[in-house]
């Protein structure tokens, strides 16, 4: 048991559990006195699990939601990579999941009135999903506004150039962007004839690894 009193002159007492207290005698600085009124001392609210959300599974290099959680006391939230809370690693109501593929829990707990409370937790999962790519064989650039682009496409890269080439080998056309493609012009502008051409697409995959496709493809008009 530990008597004290602030700048106020308030008394603090210290070492006590929750509960009543009543009949009191206090000898401090040999001053002696009696209380009989009834002191309450009660714990500090616990913060309860803050709404954490709910668990959520990505493909490797989609865009990845923030974590969101809800406090109910006012207090601080904060993040955790463990279950005993023993390692912070950020604050605030929002936190930024890692993208490395596996599956990760986060932990958050919101702290007021120096007591941490239960906490709640997430599961982020982020599979290394099959890669979708295709390749057309024959495109029609007539401007009728159906398969009048050459166009190759490819899941799960991050980065992609094509070529185009002539029979000779000659460059005809080169981009390098996915979401474009060849329109069946060449380098001047000028229309190219119908006829076998053969292309290079160069893609770099999520995990940095660079692949190239190689093949023909016949423009038809």
């Known amino acids: 048991l530990g008597i004290t009193t602030d700048a106020s002159g308030n008394l603090l007492i ?34 309860t699990a803050p709404d954490s959300g709910t668990d959520s599974i990505y493909c490797e290099g989609d865009n990845i939601d923030n974590l969101f959680a809800v406090a109910g006391f006012g207090g601080v939230l904060n993040w955790y990579s463990d ?59 007539n401007g009728d506004g159906i398969n009048d682009v050459l166009i190759f496409t490819r899941t799960n890269a991050t980065s992609f150039s094509g070529s185009i080439f002539n029979r000779w080998g000659e460059l005809i056309y080169t981009w390098f962007q996915e979401s474009s493609g060849w329109d069946g012009r060449n380098l001047s502008g000028e229309f190219a004839p119908d006829g076998v051409y053969f292309y290079t697409f160069t893609v770099v995959t999520l995990n940095d690894e660079v692949i190239e496709y190689s093949g023909s493809v016949l423009l038809q008009r």
């Open 14 to 47: 210290s070492g006590l559990d929750a509960g009543d207290y009543d009949n009191w005698s206090i000898d401090l600085s040999g001053c002696s006195g009696t209380d009989v009124t009834v002191i309450s001392l009660t714990d500090p609210s616990i913060p």
């Open 83 to 141: 279950p005993g809370l023993t390692t912070t690693i950020g604050s605030g109501p929002t936190y930024t999941p890692s993208s490395t593929v596996g599956t990760t829990i986060y932990y958050v707990a919101e702290t007021a009135s120096g007591c941490v409370g239960m906490a709640s937790s997430i599961t982020i999962t982020i599979e290394p999903c099959p890669t979708e790519e295709s390749i057309p064989n024959v495109f029609t650039p």
